[in-house]
């Protein structure tokens, strides 16, 4: 800095002036993330392409891993307990999550009647896992719930396929109905109050009220929350993991557990690979659909 | 709908979601010798603070809490300081092709962490610092940096810039700004951010089942899946005792500091 700067410098020169010392304070973030997110992204994209088990050195096959992945049924029933999960997440905690939110909003006492909601959300997948393991295993506290009104033949949860995965995302909803209520009352609190009382005035309540005046109002936030729960749902892993270990013989594997096991219980680095950037491709397109979504209602309300 | 019915749907899916802890605490306050899985409804009697005593002890949970502690602090608080630099060289320093080094940054956020789990563990193995502490918070605080900045950026975008012009006229350097002025006008987003990056590192299982396997290393949450695996049979009771310890601090922490998460998640969103 030179004595005779002021702050009316053009702007060109300023921005000369500070370079170094800019760059100097963006360098650790970006070299941190280059070196510890890009490169290991860069490495897993081309294992994917190689046949490689950690010893020796890879040996390039084109796209072997790809065509040996699309072929296996384990692969396919992965897909489609991860879609299972995508949808069952959409349903039942976002859903729940906005339900909550219109019950509390503007109701005395919300916060109170908010809490026992939000107790779960900070819980780990694996505590999620270890409390509902707990819940549903066999003659498990449901069963003892439901032996009392008599029903003696109930379901295995946790081992009959599909039906492990419906209580698994029951489960997460467990843990994530708060979290979308309380972003979808900070939705509701940020509308404005004038067209809510002309609504009002014009004799809209209940569904009415929400169909023409709530919903295309939290529109913007309702995109938020769908990508959110998409992305997390694609990855799902802990509570699985926790619950089922993908099994009974990989019946409730998502595609984050077979790209696990393929990786580092077969040490298919290759095939585990490719399963990565496929489920990588597949959350990137998710989050352009979702962000592309966002901005278009943005701009529409 | 009226207001009491409002209130009492809420009051009867609350009492609901509360069963799942009411179960969990009285069956991990119940003693492994009166414990059986036939009776989970009813308490028995109250060992909750020997089961937990027991979980600490087994498979090195104790060790995981001083280990797990140190990544929840270390590496949020690092990422904060990096992701608060980042979004000064961009907003205030006006960093040429800012917005283009801003989404360099937080492309690392975008991608599942399953892409970076295997080239980490092979290049840990090579380079020896698998099963380390030290690697450990290296990973913890990379995949923090790209939310942090995001955050930081967002929120240095709302400070006017003649604070930056004003301090210069001081004859303050740039270092000094970033430390005396704009740190601590940001502490409110510095602490929401850190106590999401806090709580997702706590609660993290995958990198820890990847990257470490010694008692004195793998985080807390790593350790109770391999408790609950071996020892979720016999001992049903000292492991949800286990659940229980490993779950309560970032729920407390949740709880008090809602308003920064709303504000952490906001302010990531926006």
């Known amino acids: 800095m030179t004595s005779d700067k002021t702050p009316t410098v053009p702007y060109r020169r300023e921005k000369d002036q500070y370079r170094w010392s800019a760059l100097g304070f963006i360098a650790p973030g970006v070299l941190l993330v280059a070196v510890l997110l890009y490169l290991p992204l860069l490495w897993t994209t081309f294992i994917s392409l190689t046949d490689y088990n950690g010893l020796g050195d890879p040996e390039f096959i084109g796209f072997d891993n790809y065509a040996e992945m699309l072929d296996d049924p384990q692969f396919l029933s992965s897909v489609l307990n991860t879609l299972l999960w995508v949808g069952g997440t959409l349903l039942v905690p976002v859903g729940i999550g906005l339900g909550v939110a219109l019950l509390t909003w503007n109701l005395k006492g919300g916060i109170w009647l908010r809490l026992p909601f939000l107790i779960p959300y900070a819980v780990s997948g694996i505590g999620v896992g270890v409390i509902w393991s707990f819940i549903l295993g066999s003659g498990g506290a449901l069963d003892q719930a439901l032996g009392a009104f008599g029903v003696a033949d109930t379901p295995r949860w946790l081992v009959d396929a599909p039906l492990n995965t419906v209580v698994m995302i029951l489960a997460t909803a467990w843990q994530g109905v708060g979290v979308n209520a309380l972003l979808f009352t900070i939705g509701l609190q940020s509308i404005p109050r004038e067209p809510l009382e002309a609504a009002k005035m014009d004799g809209a309540n209940g569904f009415r009220l929400f169909r023409s005046i709530l919903w295309p109002m939290l529109r913007p936030l309702t995109a938020v929350v769908v990508g959110l729960s998409i992305v997390a749902s694609l990855k799902t892993f802990d509570i699985v993991q926790g619950m089922t270990k993908g099994g009974p013989g990989g019946a409730s594997e998502t595609l984050a557990l077979t790209m696990y096991k393929e990786t580092f219980v077969n040490s298919d680095y290759g095939l585990g690979s490719a399963i990565a950037v496929f489920l990588t491709v597949v959350t990137l397109v998710a989050s352009i659909l979702y962000l592309r979504q966002q901005l278009s209602s943005k701009n529409g309300v | ?270």
């Open chain 2, 1 to 270: 709908m009226s207001r009491a019915i409002r209130t009492t749907v809420l009051i009867v899916l609350g009492l609901i979601w509360l069963l799942p802890v009411y179960l969990l605490v009285i069956n991990a306050a119940k003693s492994p010798l009166t414990f059986t899985t036939a009776e989970s409804w009813r308490p028995t009697d109250f060992s909750l603070f020997a089961n937990i005593g027991e979980a600490m002890r087994l498979s090195g949970l104790a060790d995981s809490v001083v280990s797990t502690l140190i990544y929840a602090i270390v590496s949020p608080a690092i990422a904060v300081a990096v992701g608060a630099a980042a979004g000064f060289a961009i907003v205030a320093l006006k960093l040429r092709h800012g917005f283009a080094w801003f989404v360099a940054i937080f492309g690392g956020t975008v991608f599942p962490i399953q892409m970076i789990l295997l080239p980490m563990f092979d290049a840990y193995s090579r380079v020896g610092i698998f099963d380390s502490k030290l690697g450990m918070v290296i990973v913890y605080t990379a995949i923090s940096i790209p939310f942090s900045a995001f955050v930081m950026r967002n929120f240095f975008t709302g400070i006017a810039h003649n604070v930056f012009e004003a301090s210069v006229l001081d004859g303050a350097s740039t270092w000094r700004i970033f430390y005396r002025v704009y740190l601590p006008m940001a502490s409110s987003a510095l602490v929401a951010v850190f106590i999401l990056q806090a709580t997702f590192i706590w609660n993290d299982f995958l990198l820890g089942l990847v990257l470490s396997q010694s008692d004195t290393v793998r985080p807390i949450v790593t350790t109770l899946a391999g408790m609950q695996s071996t020892y979720g049979g016999a001992q049903m009771s000292v492991v949800l005792a286990g659940g229980l310890l490993v779950s309560l601090p970032t729920v407390i922490l949740f709880l008090f500091t809602q308003k920064f998460f709303a504000r952490g998640l906001a302010l990531g969103q926006y």
